[in-house]
């Protein structure tokens, strides 16, 4: 391995995910997305268009282990869209009081929509913004135009998706368009992920990112496609294990309501003898009665 692709093996990205939802569509880049955190050390994260909340807690999760000074923010209104579909608070809910008790003290989650959110950041203050709302072009388009005066001199954009052609996701003709503005680096696996140079004073390895030669630049994709993989592999097993656990929790609901009603059938056939027993005492007694 030559020394431009070696240099950007390093340890953060090697990090197991520690929160990782029901939809894998994301976790195929959080080693690259260990990557950002570690090598870029921005002092202000924003991700618009969080859902489950794993593509955020893997970037917090890198700046709690490397007790950086990020700030960090998720915007979304937690009620989904078009692409995502449409859901309760629940997804919501459970991702606070995760996020919160992790990740509470230096890290935000903004229920709002992105265009309301814009007035909470100041011009030029956000250093790496993660783009993933709705994924038509002129969705991803006016987030990214509304978005960029809130860029830094040092700043990057993550787009999710840029790999995607189908129902009418649109991310892959503004990547299209941006890239040939922009230095820039891309992944196609888990729908492709875009890296995006937009800052005029960027963290040198984000240049040097953007301008590895073609064959060094596979063998880093390749190298971060199979780290991300891994990632796969690890949520698709915890996803099997909480099948496992539901269903033996369904299971065990089954058995008890199985004794439940058994227990309350032994209670009446002993309720229908005793009042069998008493009905053949009276009728007793009334033909004693009667012979008297």
């Known amino acids: 391995m030559n020394e431009k ?26 080693p690259f997305g260990f990557w950002c955190i570690e090598n870029l050390k921005p002092k202000t994260l924003v991700e618009l268009g969080s859902h489950y909340g794993d593509s955020f807690c893997s970037m917090c999760q890198t700046i709690k282990a490397l007790k950086l000074f990020t700030k960090s923010y998720a915007v979304d209104t937690w009620q989904g869209d078009e692409h995502a579909g449409f859901y309760d608070d629940r997804i919501y809910l459970n991702l606070k009081a995760y996020h919160d008790v992790h990740y509470g003290d230096f890290s935000r989650l903004i229920r709002s929509t992105f265009d309301e959110a814009l007035k909470h950041f100041a011009d030029g203050s956000i250093d790496l913004l993660h783009i993933d709302g709705l994924h038509t072009y002129e969705a991803v388009k006016h987030d990214f135009d509304s978005w960029v005066p809130k860029l830094s001199e040092r700043g990057v954009v993550l787009f999710h998706d840029i790999n995607v052609h189908e129902r009418n996701f649109g991310v892959w003709k503004l990547w299209n368009e941006l890239k040939a503005q922009y230095p820039s680096f891309e992944f196609s696996i888990s729908h492709g992920l875009g890296f995006l140079v937009v800052g005029k004073n960027p963290p040198p390895v984000a240049l040097e990112l953007c301008s590895l030669e073609d064959s060094d630049a596979e063998f880093l994709r390749g190298a971060f496609g199979r780290l991300g993989n891994a990632a796969i592999l690890q949520s698709t097993v915890q996803e099997g294990r909480n099948s496992v656990r539901h269903f033996e929790a369904s299971l065990q609901e089954k058995d008890n309501r199985i004794r439940n009603l058994s227990d309350s059938l032994e209670q009446r056939d002993l309720l229908l003898k005793i009042q069998a027993a008493k009905m053949s005492a009276l009728a007793e007694n009334s033909k004693r009665t009667i012979q008297v």
């Open 5 to 30: 692709v070696n240099k950007f093996l390093t340890p953060a990205i090697f990090q197991s995910p520690l929160h990782m939802g029901p939809v894998n569509a994301w976790h195929g880049h959080m």
